[in-house]
């Protein structure tokens, strides 16, 4: 008896989390991608065919019939949408490999810190996530606007003769991802650099080994799993991000969150901005899925 109680409670950790993401992830996606192979209409919903279940399988099949792809062709002859993805992939692997080089030297400080000094390092990357994100991206006009908190300072410093112009620019753009992202980053590196055997570096040391050759060696390679997981955490929300390109970039950014936006509220156009979000879906999770494809191969290898 209780060993069948134990095997339906494994049976129910596993069953929770398929269900949730059953219930919050697939079932969405598949509405999604069905309004993604329809027409648009000027009716509520703004597209057609809407399946009426009261028909039966019969009323279902023939809504089924009358779906098209024209969305998704329509995608890759506008070049609109073509440079929308290019510049969101752009934008979002400058500012991951910009959070990398800001975040690595935070993670390692932290885990070289004394113990009794991680805890308040740790909070105090974890404490912008206690004011809301909005007001943060806000504070940013702030600081980087001609007349903001930055153009002073430097006027102060004598360091330049005229405002700089960085709001609305996609430097704005690259500050405000780096910055809003950068503790998904850290966190990860320095989790992973926080179980590190640091004996290793010793050893390396005492064996002739630089500690710069020692650090690329040995530490950055152990630390290679928070690097991947941080990268991940920054890259993918970053390509379909809008807030942050709306407020920072100004009306000449072109991103791919910012043109899903337009086609679902301004245009109306629901058909569209579905296969939009379908597309941009697919762009992230394929090369995700054939990396963990490749690291399980690796694990199996031993490498």
Known sequence: MNRLLAALASRLVIVVPYLWLLVFFLVPFVIVFKISLSFTALAMPPYTPVFDLQQGLSGLMAALGELTVENYLWLFQD??????????????????VLALLVGYPLAYGMARAPESVRPVLLMLVILPFWTSFLIRVYAWIGILKPEGLLN???????????PLIILN???????????????????PIYAT?????????????????????AFWKVTFPLSMPGVVAGSMLVFIP???????????????????????????????????????????LVILIVPIMLFQRAQARAQEKGL
């Open 238 to 280: 970053a390509v379909g991000e809008f807030v942050i390109p709306d407020l920072l970039g100004g009306s000449r950014t072109l991103m791919i969150g910012k043109t899903l936006w337009q086609e679902f509220f301004s245009n109306r156009d629901w058909p569209v901005a579905s296969a939009v979000a379908v597309i941009l």
């Open 152 to 162: 002073q300072f430097l006027f102060f410093l004598g360091a330049i003769d005229e």
């Open 193 to 213: 650099l926080e179980r590190m055997d640091h004996s290793l570096v010793e050893a390396a040391q005492d064996l002739g080994c630089p500690p710069v050759t």
């Open 79 to 96: 070049q609109l949408y073509v440079n929308a993805y290019l510049s969101s992939l752009w934008i979002a692997a400058v500012s991951t």
């Open 169 to 187: 620019t996609n430097t704005a753009i690259y500050i405000g991802i780096v910055y809003s992202y950068l503790p998904f980053m850290v966190l």
